[in-house]
């Protein structure tokens, strides 16, 4: 299963990764006003993760399978962020094929491609007060609407669940720019034992109301904040990046239902009114591509073992 892959690359790291600091330099990429943009990534943030890309240009990038490093690639599992025209960052979790690659990346070493921006930009004119929810590695899309929120003077209250505290990321970072956060662990192994819908029921408990409720995280666990968002009367705007596979609106991976309308995460979102998204939907097309992901990362850990003896 999923679960049984995660631990495996967990299990393996320290073999394949010893002191795992990555320089990956002068990757090729533009920024909105088409300025050529480069970045390093400087250290892994925690194990199981990619690691973090520093020092980018003001860009929303999104790294995806589908790049030359892994041409039939799997879904896009490494997030980009942008914190308006200062450092950004980019966190993967090793999920498949692609990221297992990219975790076997050396210093000095070079991807091919890096595609971004790509889609629009996060709405955040005229918010107030929002909750930000963001789960595992979702939060990485997270972090940087938070910070654009809390630098135009907006109120924000942070949500970030995560399965248990050894894949926590980003913990000060959100603490920097949310008035208040709740962090979760699915095991209580860190900050509070539950779920990001039981923070956010919490919350409003507490007398707290939300020009806007805004989710990134997995697709079961956006499908929840939305029930709850409703629940209590909130906008909901969630973040449909984990379908995307290209995300150049080429491989029609992301096709989605929204207001019974066809719409693409990567071109006409990612980000899109959770109360009519269809989920259940992009759910179960989500689940159509996982035997082909499960041979694609079996091969790369094959060949990797290869090159180890
Ligand atoms: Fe391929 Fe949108 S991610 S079409």
């Given at each position: 299963?999923?679960?049984?892959?995660?631990?495996?690359?967990?299990?393996?790291?320290?073999?394949?990764?010893?002191?795992?600091?990555?320089?990956w330099e002068n990757l090729p990429a533009k920024d909105?006003?088409g300025r050529t943009v480069t970045y390093t990534?400087?250290?892994?943030?925690?194990?199981?993760?990619?690691?973090?890309v520093?020092?980018i240009g003001?860009i929303?990038g999104f790294l995806?399978?589908?790049s030359k490093i892994?041409?039939?690639?799997?879904?896009?599992?490494?997030?980009g962020?942008?914190?308006?025209?200062?450092?950004?960052?980019i966190?993967?979790?090793?999920?498949?094929?692609?990221?297992?690659?990219?975790?076997?990346?050396?210093?000095?070493d070079c991807l091919q491609d890096f595609a971004g921006p790509?889609?629009?930009?996060?709405?955040?004119?005229?918010?107030?007060?929002?909750?930000?929810?963001?789960?595992?590695?979702?939060?990485?899309?997270?972090?940087?609407?938070?910070?654009?929120?809390?630098?135009?003077?907006?109120?924000?209250?942070?949500?970030?669940?995560?399965?248990?505290?050894?894949?926590?990321?980003?913990?000060?970072?959100?603490?920097?720019?949310?008035?208040?956060?709740?962090?979760?662990?699915?095991?209580?192994?860190?900050?509070?034992?539950?779920?990001?819908?039981?923070?956010?029921?919490?919350?409003?408990?507490?007398?707290?109301?939300?020009?806007?409720?805004?989710?990134?995280?997995?697709?079961?666990?956006?499908?929840?904040?939305?029930?709850?968002?409703?629940?209590?009367?909130?906008?909901?705007?969630?973040?449909?990046?984990?379908?995307?596979?290209?995300?150049?609106?080429?491989?029609?991976?992301?096709?989605?239902?929204?207001?019974?309308?066809?719409?693409?995460?990567?071109?006409?979102?990612?980000?899109?009114?959770?109360?009519?998204?269809?989920?259940?939907?992009?759910?179960?097309?989500?689940?159509?591509?996982?035997?082909?992901?499960?041979?694609?990362?079996?091969?790369?850990?094959?060949?990797?073992?290869?090159?180890?003896?």
């Amino acid at each position: 299963t999923h679960q049984q892959r995660y631990y495996e690359i967990r299990a393996k790291k320290p073999l394949c990764m010893r002191k795992y600091h990555h320089v990956w330099e002068n990757l090729p990429a533009k920024d909105a006003d088409g300025r050529t943009v480069t970045y390093t990534v400087r250290e892994a943030t925690v194990p199981g993760y990619v690691g973090t890309v520093t020092e980018i240009g003001g860009i929303t990038g999104f790294l995806s399978g589908g790049s030359k490093i892994n041409r039939c690639g799997n879904y896009g599992s490494v997030s980009g962020g942008h914190a308006s025209g200062s450092a950004g960052g980019i966190v993967g979790q090793i999920v498949g094929a692609t990221t297992e690659k990219l975790n076997h990346m050396n210093e000095g070493d070079c991807l091919q491609d890096f595609a971004g921006p790509l889609g629009k930009a996060t709405e955040t004119e005229g918010l107030k007060k929002v909750a930000v929810v963001g789960g595992g590695v979702g939060c990485a899309i997270a972090l940087p609407v938070a910070q654009k929120l809390h630098a135009e003077g907006c109120e924000v209250h942070s949500v970030i669940g995560f399965r248990s505290k050894d894949i926590v990321i980003l913990e000060d970072e959100f603490r920097a720019c949310s008035s208040k956060l709740k962090l979760m662990t699915d095991d209580g192994t860190y900050g509070e034992k539950g779920l990001v819908t039981d923070a956010l029921d919490a919350l409003v408990a507490e007398g707290n109301t939300y020009d806007e409720v805004i989710t990134i995280g997995p697709l079961v666990m956006m499908k929840f904040v939305t029930m709850t968002a409703k629940k209590h009367n909130l906008p909901c705007t969630v973040s449909m990046n984990p379908i995307m596979v290209d995300g150049t609106g080429m491989c029609g991976g992301c096709r989605l239902t929204v207001g019974g309308e066809t719409k693409f995460a990567c071109v006409d979102g990612p980000d899109f009114d959770g109360y009519k998204v269809d989920f259940d939907e992009a759910i179960s097309r989500g689940a159509i591509y996982k035997e082909f992901e499960r041979h694609a990362y079996e091969e790369a850990c094959n060949l990797f073992k290869k090159e180890v003896k």
